[in-house]
C-alpha cells in the first residue's frame, strides 16, 4: 500500500533550527509537497521537490532523496508564527496526491 | 484510520457539460469537508467548507451557482462544477475533519487524492 509517514509533533525553541522528516512509499513518484497549515486555515504552499537535494527558500529549505523516499523540511530562525502543521504530500505515478498526516510543531519562547 | 477518497480520480469532459466529483470519508464521520483547487504554482484555494445537511460557505470570488456542493451525510460530500469550461480545468482536492476525536484521529483535515478535472 502507499504510506506517508511524518512525526505527529515536534517541539522547538524560538530562534533555533528544526527539521521535519517525512518518509514514504508509493507507487510512483511525481513530487513531493510541503504545506504548511494554520488552524483553522487553508494550507499554504512551501516547497515542491522533484529532483534530488536540497531547495532552499528563505528560512525554509526542504531535501529530497528519491533512491530512499525520503524528504525533510528544514526551518531556520524559528518565529512564533511558525507554529502550525506541516503537511508533506507526494504525487504518485496516476498523478493523485498521498498526504501524510501532519507533523504539529510548536514553538516556545 | 482517516482515508478519504474522491472519485473520479480524473475526468475528461466537453466544454457544457456538468461533472460531479464525489469526496468520501472511508473510516469516519465528518463534521466537515473542504474543498480546494490546486493551481499550477501549487498553491492550494479553498473554495468553500461544507457541513453535513446545511448550505456550503463559498470563499470570495467562488461562483456558488457554477460550483454546487452537496454534503448529504457524515461521510460524503460532492462538488458539481455545472457548465464546465476550459478555464475550470484543475485539480481539486478535498478534506474532511473528523467528528469524533478519538482511536487515533485527531482534529485535523485529512485530505483526499485530488481529482483532476480537465475541459476540453
Known amino acids: 500500500g502507499q504510506n506517508i509517514d511524518q512525526p505527529t509533533e515536534m517541539t522547538a525553541t524560538e530562534g533555533a533550527i528544526v527539521q521535519i522528516n517525512c518518509t514514504y512509499q508509493t507507487s510512483g513518484f511525481n513530487g513531493l509537497f510541503w504545506y504548511q497549515q494554520h488552524a483553522g486555515e487553508a494550507p499554504t504552499f512551501l516547497s515542491y521537490?522533484?529532483l534530488d537535494g536540497l531547495e532552499e527558500k528563505g528560512r525554509f529549505s526542504s531535501f529530497l532523496s528519491r533512491s530512499k523516499g525520503y524528504s525533510y523540511l528544514l526551518l531556520k530562525e524559528l518565529q512564533m508564527k511558525d507554529s502550525a502543521s506541516y503537511l508533506c504530500?507526494?504525487?504518485?505515478?496516476?498523478?493523485?496526491?498521498?498526504w501524510g498526516a501532519g507533523t504539529k510543531l510548536i514553538i516556545k519562547p | 484510520g482517516a482515508v478519504v477518497s474522491q472519485h473520479p480520480s480524473r475526468v475528461i469532459c466537453k466544454s457544457g457539460t456538468s461533472v460531479k466529483i464525489e469526496c468520501r470519508s472511508l473510516d469516519f464521520q465528518a463534521t466537515t469537508m473542504f474543498w480546494y483547487r490546486q493551481f499550477p504554482k501549487k498553491s492550494l484555494m479553498l473554495m468553500a467548507t461544507s457541513n453535513e445537511g446545511s448550505k456550503a460557505t463559498y470563499e470570495q470570488g467562488v461562483e456558488k451557482d457554477k460550483f454546487l456542493i452537496n454534503h448529504a451525510s457524515l461521510t460524503l460530500s460532492t462538488l458539481t462544477v455545472t457548465s464546465a469550461h476550459p478555464e475550470d480545468s484543475s485539480f481539486y482536492i478535498c478534506s474532511a475533519r473528523a467528528l469524533i476525536v478519538a482511536g487515533g484521529l485527531t482534529d485535523t483535515q485529512y485530505f483526499g487524492p485530488g481529482t483532476r478535472l480537465t475541459v476540453l
Open positions: 504530500a507526494v504525487m504518485d505515478s496516476n498523478y493523485q496526491l498521498i
Open positions: 521537490n522533484v
